[in-house]
């Protein structure tokens, strides 16, 4: 007998810590994988699928304009019936903390399946930030039968919120396997972003690579935000601060209004994973309100400064791979100026241990699996 399973998932950076999962599933005999996207995100979850070359069985294609959290919720979990009605998996993964992991874990609950987390246990125990991905992530994790804990800290949380032992397994996070493969693939791929950036960087020039999206970071935030990366690029010689600006309008207008002109600032289209994965790799410093960045950038001896006020992710501020800096213009400009300044500290941060694995996480998961099927 084949075990069923559905890997479910709709935004890029889930189709990202997901691929490898995937690939390590449909290598094994005694299960029958398949996979479900709902596309939430659409076009950044399609640039995902064809560079870790998979095809989904299901595509939900629910993303539209003005999309709102209520109506995505419901038509996540009302898309999801006939798939699960039709296929009846033993397995549904569902990962992180998206509305797509939420709304799955319903879903699949409803249909009488086992339901896994991959990234399981992430707390900042402030159900405000971020939002709504804390309630996402902690509703899931009273839904699912087994937990795929990172790292021992998120083992902690679940235990204390009564998950038992035997449902729990540590990791490492499955974005380390992804990165590991990609990094390398990179390299050799003829992508048309990378060489694009190629020839509009300066990279004899100290590169700084900042991202920013976060809803909580909407408004004064993100003016705050520009103001640091606009003294930054006055107080340090020899820099170029690289922004891929997020789309959302709330985004875009005060990084074009305070930013754009500026010589030493780039402001340049979202990225495709495949070159934000090389520029990463090639840059000195990020700065970030991501999630998936804090775990990913130190595993290639990048420093972060995380542009955030809380971290579901604490292992790494602990460890001193990363530095919260909020929205505080000044704490911005200050890590960042000290960083670049101080070769001392800049070597002991990026030459830390990254807490969040080895890379043989979804390895450690089908074995979980094998052992219950």
């Known amino acids: 007998m084949k075990y069923k399973n559905l890997i479910i998932f709709g935004t890029r950076p889930e189709a990202i810590k997901m691929a490898p999962l995937v690939k390590a599933f449909l290598k094994n005999p005694r299960f029958e994988t398949k996979v479900c996207v709902t596309a939430q995100h659409r076009e950044m979850l399609?640039?995902?699928?064809?560079?870790?070359?998979?095809?989904?069985?299901?595509?939900?294609?629910?993303?539209?304009?003005?999309?709102?959290?209520?109506?995505?919720?419901?038509?996540?979990?009302?898309?999801?019936?006939?798939?699960?009605?039709?296929?009846?998996?033993?397995?549904?993964?569902?990962?992180?903390?998206?509305?797509?992991?939420?709304?799955?874990?319903?879903?699949?609950?409803?249909?009488?399946?086992?339901?896994?987390?991959?990234?399981?246990?992430?707390r900042t125990f402030n159900k405000k930030s971020p939002f709504p991905e804390e309630i996402n992530r902690t509703i899931t994790g009273h839904i699912a039968d087994y937990h795929f804990a990172p790292t021992q800290t998120s083992y902690n949380n679940l235990r204390n919120e009564g998950i038992s032992k035997e449902d729990i397994l540590i990791t490492g996070n499955t974005v380390i396997d992804a990165l590991f493969e990609s990094v390398s693939k990179v390299d050799n791929i003829d992508d048309p972003e990378i060489k694009k950036l190629k020839s509009e960087i300066d990279f004899t020039k100290r590169i700084v690579l900042v991202t920013g999206h976060r809803r909580e970071n909407h408004g004064q935030g993100f003016i705050n935000i520009c103001n640091a990366l606009k003294k930054i690029g006055e107080s340090i010689d020899n820099v170029q601060i690289i922004y891929p600006v997020h789309l959302n309008p709330k985004v875009q207008k005060p990084v074009y209004e305070i930013l754009g002109g500026i010589d030493n600032v780039n402001l340049i289209a979202p990225l495709a994973y495949p070159a934000f994965v090389w520029l990463m790799n090639k840059c000195e410093l990020v700065i970030t309100d991501s999630g998936g960045v804090q775990e990913e950038a130190p595993s290639l001896g990048k420093p972060v400064l995380v542009m955030r006020d809380t971290t579901e992710r604490p292992e790494a501020v602990d460890v001193g791979t990363v530095?919260?800096?909020?929205?505080?213009?000044?704490?911005?400009?200050?890590?960042?100026?000290?960083?670049?300044?101080?070769?001392?500290?800049?070597?002991?941060?990026?030459?830390?241990?990254?807490?969040?694995?080895?890379?043989?996480?979804?390895?450690?998961?089908?074995?979980?699996?094998?052992?219950?099927?």
């Open 46 to 122: 399609d640039q995902v699928l064809d560079f870790f070359e998979i095809t989904p069985d299901y595509d939900l294609n629910l993303m539209k304009p003005g999309q709102n959290l209520y109506g995505l919720t419901a038509d996540i979990i009302t898309g999801l019936q006939p798939v699960l009605e039709e296929f009846q998996p033993n397995y549904v993964y569902v990962h992180g903390d998206t509305t797509t992991t939420m709304g799955s874990s319903i879903a699949g609950f409803y249909s009488g399946a086992k339901i896994c987390h991959v990234e399981a246990g992430l």
């Open 323 to 373: 530095i919260l800096v909020g929205t505080d213009k000044n704490k911005i400009v200050r890590e960042t100026i000290d960083l670049m300044k101080n070769p001392e500290r800049y070597k002991e941060m990026s030459k830390l241990h990254n807490p969040y694995g080895d890379g043989k996480a979804c390895e450690r998961i089908v074995e979980f699996i094998e052992k219950l099927a």
